[in-house]
C-alpha cells in the first residue's frame, strides 16, 4: 500500500511532520462534553419516552445511562493510559483482542457507524437551523437536507485547515451549549417551583411499558451520552495522557448527566409526554411554550451545539483511519498527513462521500438505531478486552486501574442491550449486523492474504504517490506513543 516517504537529512523536532500535543485538560474536556452534548438531548428525549412508556421510567433510563456511560468512561480510561496510542476502539481491540474484530470495528466504523451518526447530528443541525423560518409548518426535507450538507461540508474544511482552530471552536461552541442547556433547564426548574407538576403525576404509570421496546430506549439514551470516548481517539494528542485522559472522561460526564436529568425533569414541566411525541424538535417546542422571548434564539444554539458535536465527532474519528492505516490494516494514503498543517487530510476526506449519502436516507430514528447494534457491540468487546488484557498482560503498568467489577458489568450490559435489540428492531439490527460482517471477506483477501494481482497493486501504489503529491502530505516522522 504505497506511499513515497519525504526525505530529510536531519529534521528537526519542530518542523518534522506529526501531530503535535495540543490537547490540553481544558480542550479534552470541551471535546467530551461537546461530542456529548450535541443532537442528543434535543432529540432524544422523545426516542426514551417513545421506548420507556412513562416519564418516571425515562428519567430512570436517563440515569441508568450516565452511569453505565461512567462505567465505560473509567474502563476507557483505563486503556487510554496503558495503551498510550491513538484510535480508540480499533486501537484497543487490536491490542487486547486482535487484527480480526479490530479491522471489523473499523470497518463498521467507517461502512457505517460514523456516517450514520454524523447524518443523525448534522440533520438535526440543518433541522433546528431552518426549522423557525418555515413556523409554524415543517421545513421542506430538502431545505434541511441542503443546510445539512452545507455545515457537514464547513466542518470537514475546519478539522483539514487546522487542528488548533478546530480545538478552539470545540472550546468556544462547549460553552456555548452549557448555556443552551442552562435556558432549558432555569426555566423548567421555575415551572417546578410555581407547581406545575401534574406531568409527573403519573409518572411511573407503566400500562404502556413493552419491555421490548426498553433496549430502543437505552439506544437513544446512551446515542446522547455517546462522546466520551472521543478523547481516546486522540491519546497521542493530548497533553499529559496519563494524567489528563481519566480527569477529563469523568469529570466531563457527571457534569454531562446532572445536566441531562435536569433537562429532561425540565423539558416534563412544561411539555405534556403527547407534546414531546408529537414534536421534530423538542427543544424548539420547549421554547415556544416556556419562554416565548427566547423562542426564535433556542433553535439556533441547539443548531451551534449540534455543529460543535459534528466538529468534535469528525475530528476524533479521522484519528481512527488514521491509525489503523498506520497499522496497516487500510491503505497507507490515510496514515499521511498535511506537511503543513499537520492535520490528518486525506482520512477527513474520506468521511464526506458516505455521510452524505446517510443524510439523503434523512429519518434520524432509523438511523439512531441502524448504527446503534454494531457501535455499543464493538464497545462491548472492548471492554471484555481490557479484562483478557488484564489477564494476559498483569505485569505492564497502569496508571489509571478500575476494578474489574466495572469493565464486567459494562460488557454484560452493553452486550445485553445489543442481543434484545434484535428483537426490538430486528430490520436495522440485521441490517447493521449484515454491514458489519461484510467486512469479513475483505479482511481475509485483502488485509490478512494479499491476494491482489500484482498490476493492480503497482497502479494502487502510483496513484496513491499522485494523491500523496496532490494533498501535500507525508508519513509521520516522529513516533509519538
Known sequence: MGGCRKKSDAPEAKEAVFLRRKITLTRAISLAIGTMVGSGIFIS??????????????????????????????????????????????????ETLGPLPAFLRLW???????????????LAFGRYLIEPLFAPCHAPALAVKLITTTGITLVIVLNCWSVTLSANIQTALTALKMITLGLVIVPGMMALGNGYYENFQEGFDTSTL????????????????????????????????????PLSITMSLIVV??????????????????????????????????????SSVLPILVALSCFGALNGGIFAASRML??????????ALFSMIHIQRHTP??????????????????????????????RWFFIGLATLGLMVHRYRHPELPRPFKVPLVI???????????????????????????????????????????????????????????????????????????
Not at 260 to 282: D, G, M
Not at 322 to 331: D, I, T, V
Open 210 to 245: 413493552t419491555w421490548d421496546k426498553l433496549p430502543l430506549a437505552f439506544y437513544s439514551g446512551m446515542f446522547a451520552y455517546g462522546g466520551w470516548f472521543y478523547v481516546n481517539f486522540v491519546t497521542e494528542e493530548i497533553v499529559n495522557p496519563k494524567r489528563n485522559i
Open 322 to 331: 488514521f491509525a489503523a492505516a498506520r497499522e496497516g490494516q487500510w491503505p
Open 108 to 122: 463498521a466504523e467507517f461502512v457505517m457507524i460514523r456516517p450514520a451518526n454524523m447524518a443523525v447530528v448534522s
Open 345 to 374: 487530510l486525506p482520512a477527513l476526506l474520506l468521511m464526506l462521500p458516505l455521510i452524505y449519502l446517510m443524510v439523503s436516507i434523512g429519518d434520524l430514528y432509523g438511523l439512531l438505531n441502524f448504527y446503534s447494534f454494531s
Open 407 to 481: 469493565p464486567l458489568i459494562f460488557t454484560i450490559a452493553s452486550f445485553f442491550i445489543v442481543g434484545t435489540s434484535l428483537y426490538s428492531d430486528p430490520v436495522n439490527t440485521s441490517i447493521g449486523c449484515a454491514i458489519t460482517l461484510s467486512g469479513l471477506p475483505v479482511y481475509y483477501l485483502v488485509v490478512q492474504k494479499t491476494r491482489i494481482p500484482g498490476c493492480c497493486i503497482s497502479k494502487f501504489n502510483s496513484m496513491t504517490a499522485k494523491l500523496q503529491i496532490l494533498m501535500k502530505v507525508a508519513f509521520q516522522e516522529v513516533q509519538t506513543y
Open 45 to 94: 428525549p422523545k426516542g426514551v419516552l417513545q421506548n420507556s412508556g412513562s416519564v418516571g421510567v425515562s428519567l430512570i433510563v436517563w440515569l441508568a445511562c450516565g452511569i453505565l456511560s461512567l462505567f465505560g468512561a473509567l474502563c476507557y480510561a483505563d486503556l487510554g493510559t496503558s495503551i498510550t496510542k491513538s484510535g480508540g476502539h480499533y486501537i484497543y481491540l487490536l
Open 257 to 294: 448527566t446532572a445536566c441531562y436529568i435536569l433537562t429532561n425533569v425540565s423539558y416534563y414541566a412544561v411539555l405534556t409526554p403527547q407534546e414531546i411525541l408529537s414534536s421534530e424538535a423538542v427543544a424548539v417546542s420547549f421554547a415556544d411554550k416556556a419562554f416565548k422571548s427566547i
